[in-house]
C-alpha cells in the first residue's frame, strides 16, 4: 500500500537559494502529520510544491500513487488536495455561504449551459449544493453567518470558514499554514480540537505547518523539522522534543513547554 | 423563485418587442437615443462581466465590437436586408467577435493588471487598423449605406438577453468561479477552478455580445468607419463600468443610460461639453470611488 502523498529528494532553488533540498517526506491516509521549523525554513514552500503552486527544481512527488510534477494547482484540488493560506486568502466579496459553494466546483455536475438554461438539473443541483454547504457551515457552528460577506466576520471565525472552504473541495489531504496564527490560549484550544474532530469526521490526512509548539505537539502523530531547506528529524512529538538537532535549530535549549 | 429569471428575460423582450410597435409615434432624436441606450446597455453589461465579475482589466471592447458590426453589415450588405437575415447577421458577427475574444484571451490573458489593460489596448487598436486599411471593408471611408434595421426591439430585447446570461451566468456555483478569479486567483485554483479557463470564457462570452452590440450600431447608424471604433469608444464603455460599481449590474445598467444621455443633454453647451463630461467622471471618481449606484448586495 502506498502512502497518500510521497515526496522523494524534492528539491527547489530560486536563483542561487535553495529553499527546498532533498525533502523526503510521506503522508499516510487517515494522518496527523506537523511540518516544523524556523522562519524561512521552507515550510510554505514545501505547502506550495505540494499543491502545485510551484513546480520543483527535480524529485518526484507523487498523490495516491499518482507523480503530481506538471499538475496545475486547481487539477490537484480536483484530485483530493485541499489547503489553507498562512496570511488568509478568503474570497473577500463574498458571502460566508458563497465562499464555500465556491470550492465545490469539482462537485457540481453543472457548467455553463446549465447556468443560462436553468433547467431542472440546475435547480437540483444548486439545491444539491445549498443543502451541502449549510451541512457544513452548521458543523462549524458558522450557519447563522451565512450571508455574512466573509471579510466582515471575526479573526477567528475567517480561520475556520477558510478550514470550512477546504474541506468543501471533498479533499483526501488537508494542508493547514498556520492556522492557530493570531489566535488566543482558548482560541488555540479549540482549533486542536477542531482539527482532530475534522480528520476523524471527514476521514483524511492532515499537514500542519504550525509556530504553536502546544498546538503541533498535542496533536499531531508524527512531526517533520526542517531547518534551511532541509529535513533534519523526523519522529513522534516526543522524540521530536529530545533530538538535540532540533533543539539547537528551533525549539532552543530552555524548551520544556507543552 | 422558480424560473424567475426565465420570466424576467420573457417579460423584457416582450415589452421591447411590443413598445417596438409603439415606437412610431416617438420623436426619431429621442428614439435614437433610446436605442443607444440598449446598445450601450450590451456593450457595458458584457464588458461588465470581464472587468468587474472576473476582474480582467480589458480594454479592448471597442475593437470586439468592430468585428461584430463590419461583419454583420457586410452580410446585409451583401446578401440584402432583411429582417430575416438580421438576426443571423447579428450571430455571425458575435460569433466572429468571439472568435477574436478567443485568439486575443488565450495568449493575453497570462497577464494581469496593468499589462492586460495595455495589450488588450493594442489588440484593439490592431483590430481597428486591419479595418482601415482593408478594401473589402471599405478601408478608411468605412461601409457606407447600411439599412437601418435596428429597431427599439432589436435593441432592447437583445440587451435583455445579455443582461439575463451575464446575471444567470454569475448567480450560480459554476458562476461564483468568476468573481473567485476577481478576488483572488491562488485561492481560487486551490479550490478547485481553473483561472485561465474561467477568464477566456468571459473574454469569449463578452467579445460575443460587444460583437452583437456592434452589429446592432452598424444597423442603427447606417454607417461605419473605423474611427469610431478607437479606443476612446473602449474607455467609454470602461467608464460605464468603473462608475456603475465593477460587478455590480443594475449599477452597470443605470451607468450606461446616463452616460449615454448625459452627452446629448449637454449639446446646449456644445463647445464645453466634454469638458462638464470629464468632470462630472473626475468629481464622481473622487466622490464615489466605488461606483455611483452600490447599494447593498450585488
Given at each position: 500500500m ?22 523526503d517526506m510521506k503522508i499516510?491516509?487517515h ?12 515550510k ?5 510544491l505540494?499543491t502545485g503552486?510551484y ?6 512527488i507523487?498523490f495516491?500513487g499518482?507523480?503530481t510534477v506538471?499538475?496545475k ?5 480536483l484530485a483530493g ?6 496570511n488568509?486568502?478568503?474570497f473577500a466579496?463574498?458571502t460566508?455561504f458563497?465562499?464555500v459553494?465556491t470550492?465545490?466546483q469539482?462537485n457540481?455536475?453543472?457548467?455553463i449551459s ?5 433547467g431542472?438539473t440546475f ?7 445549498d ?6 457551515l452548521k458543523?462549524?457552528?458558522?450557519d447563522?453567518?451565512r450571508?455574512t460577506?466573509?471579510k ?9 470558514l477558510?478550514?470550512v472552504r477546504?474541506?468543501?473541495?471533498q ?7 498556520e492556522?492557530a ?6 482560541e ?12 476523524d469526521k ?9 509556530h ?5 505537539m ?7 523539522v526542517?531547518d534551511?531547506?532541509?529535513?533534519i ?5 516526543d522524540e521530536i ?8 535549530a528551533?525549539?532552543g535549549?530552555d524548551?520544556?513547554?507543552? | 423563485?422558480?424560473?424567475?429569471e426565465?420570466?424576467?428575460l420573457l417579460?423584457?423582450?416582450?415589452a ?14 429621442y428614439?435614437?437615443i433610446?436605442?443607444?441606450?440598449g446598445?450601450?446597455?450590451i ?5 461588465n462581466?470581464?472587468?468587474g465579475?472576473?476582474?480582467q482589466?480589458?480594454l ?15 452580410l ?5 436586408a432583411?429582417a430575416w437575415?438580421?438576426l443571423?447577421?447579428?450571430?455571425l458577427?458575435?460569433g466572429?467577435a468571439?472568435l ?5 484571451g488565450?495568449?493575453?490573458l497570462?497577464?494581469?493588471g ?10 484593439g487598436?490592431?483590430i ?13 471611408t468605412?461601409?457606407?449605406g447600411i ?12 440587451a435583455a ?10 448567480n450560480?456555483?459554476y ?9 483572488d486567483?491562488?485561492?481560487a485554483s ?7 479557463r474561467?477568464?477566456v ?5 463578452g467579445a460575443f455580445?460587444?460583437?452583437i452590440a456592434?452589429?446592432l450600431?452598424?444597423?442603427?447608424k447606417g454607417v461605419?468607419?473605423?474611427s469610431?471604433?478607437d ?6 464603455i470602461?467608464v ?6 465593477m460587478?455590480?449590474?443594475v449599477?452597470v445598467i443605470l451607468?450606461a ?6 452627452p446629448e443633454l449637454l449639446?446646449?453647451v456644445?463647445e464645453y461639453?466634454m469638458?462638464?463630461y470629464?468632470?462630472l ?6 466622490t464615489r470611488?466605488q ?8
Amino acid at each position: 500500500m502506498s502512502a497518500l502523498l510521497e515526496l522523494d529528494k524534492v528539491t527547489i532553488t530560486f536563483g542561487g537559494l535553495t529553499a527546498v533540498g532533498e525533502l523526503d517526506m510521506k503522508i499516510e491516509q487517515h494522518e496527523l502529520v506537523g511540518l516544523i521549523g524556523p522562519n524561512g525554513a521552507g515550510k510554505t514552500t514545501a505547502f506550495n510544491l505540494i499543491t502545485g503552486v510551484y513546480q520543483p527544481t527535480s524529485g518526484r512527488i507523487s498523490f495516491r500513487g499518482k507523480p503530481t510534477v506538471g499538475v496545475k494547482p486547481h487539477e490537484l484540488s480536483l484530485a483530493g488536495i485541499s489547503r489553507t493560506f498562512q496570511n488568509i486568502r478568503l474570497f473577500a466579496q463574498m458571502t460566508v455561504f458563497d465562499n464555500v459553494r465556491t470550492a465545490m466546483q469539482g462537485n457540481r455536475a453543472q457548467g455553463i449551459s446549465d447556468a443560462l438554461l436553468r433547467g431542472r438539473t440546475f435547480r437540483a443541483g444548486e439545491a444539491r449544493v445549498d443543502h451541502e454547504v449549510m451541512e457544513l457551515l452548521k458543523i462549524f457552528s458558522l450557519d447563522h453567518f451565512r450571508e455574512t460577506m466573509s471579510k466582515s466576520l471575526p479573526y477567528g471565525d475567517q480561520r475556520r470558514l477558510e478550514i470550512v472552504r477546504a474541506l468543501a473541495t471533498q479533499p483526501k489531504l488537508l494542508l493547514l499554514d498556520e492556522p492557530a496564527a493570531g489566535m488566543n490560549p482558548t482560541e488555540k484550544q479549540e482549533l486542536m480540537e477542531l482539527i482532530r474532530f475534522v480528520k476523524d469526521k471527514f476521514q483524511i490526512s492532515v499537514l500542519l505547518v504550525e509556530h504553536d509548539m502546544k498546538v503541533v505537539m498535542g496533536i499531531c502523530e508524527r512531526i517533520n523539522v526542517l531547518d534551511y531547506g532541509k529535513k533534519i528529524a523526523e519522529g513522534t512529538p516526543d522524540e521530536i522534543r529530545a533530538n538535540p538537532k532540533v533543539i539547537a535549530a528551533y525549539l532552543g535549549k530552555d524548551f520544556d513547554d507543552a | 423563485m422558480r424560473g424567475r429569471e426565465k420570466l424576467f428575460l420573457l417579460l423584457g423582450i416582450i415589452a421591447a418587442i411590443g413598445l417596438s410597435f409603439a415606437s412610431g409615434a416617438f420623436n426619431r432624436y429621442y428614439l435614437g437615443i433610446v436605442i443607444d441606450v440598449g446598445i450601450n446597455i450590451i456593450l457595458a453589461v458584457s464588458l461588465n462581466l470581464i472587468n468587474g465579475h472576473t476582474g480582467q482589466f480589458s480594454l479592448g471592447h471597442a475593437g470586439f465590437m468592430a468585428v461584430g458590426g463590419y461583419v454583420a453589415a457586410k452580410l446585409t450588405l451583401v446578401c440584402g436586408a432583411s429582417a430575416w437575415i438580421f438576426l443571423p447577421a447579428l450571430l455571425l458577427g458575435g460569433g466572429v467577435a468571439a472568435l477574436a475574444g478567443l485568439a486575443v484571451g488565450v495568449p493575453s490573458l497570462r497577464l494581469r493588471g496593468d499589462y492586460l489593460a495595455i495589450v488588450t489596448l493594442g489588440f484593439g487598436e490592431i483590430i481597428r487598423v486591419i479595418f482601415q486599411t482593408s478594401e473589402f471593408f471599405g478601408a478608411a471611408t468605412g461601409l457606407t449605406g447600411i439599412t437601418r434595421l435596428t429597431t427599439f426591439g432589436w435593441a432592447w430585447g437583445l440587451a435583455a438577453v445579455t443582461v439575463y446570461v451575464v446575471a444567470c451566468l454569475v448567480n450560480s456555483t459554476y458562476g461564483r468561479g468568476f468573481i473567485a478569479v476577481h478576488d483572488d486567483e491562488i485561492a481560487a485554483s486551490a479550490m478547485g477552478i481553473n483561472p485561465v479557463r474561467y477568464k477566456v470564457t468571459a473574454f469569449v462570452i463578452g467579445a460575443f455580445f460587444a460583437g452583437i452590440a456592434g452589429g446592432l450600431y452598424a444597423h442603427h447608424k447606417g454607417v461605419l468607419t473605423p474611427s469610431g471604433f478607437d479606443f476612446i469608444k473602449s474607455i467609454e464603455i470602461v467608464v460605464m463600468v468603473i462608475l456603475g460599481g465593477m460587478g455590480r449590474t443594475v449599477g452597470v445598467i443605470l451607468a450606461a443610460v446616463i452616460l449615454t444621455i448625459l452627452p446629448e443633454l449637454l449639446r446646449g453647451v456644445a463647445e464645453y461639453r466634454m469638458i462638464i463630461y470629464s468632470l462630472l467622471i473626475i468629481g464622481l471618481m473622487l466622490t464615489r470611488p466605488q461606483g455611483l449606484f452600490t447599494f447593498g448586495k450585488k
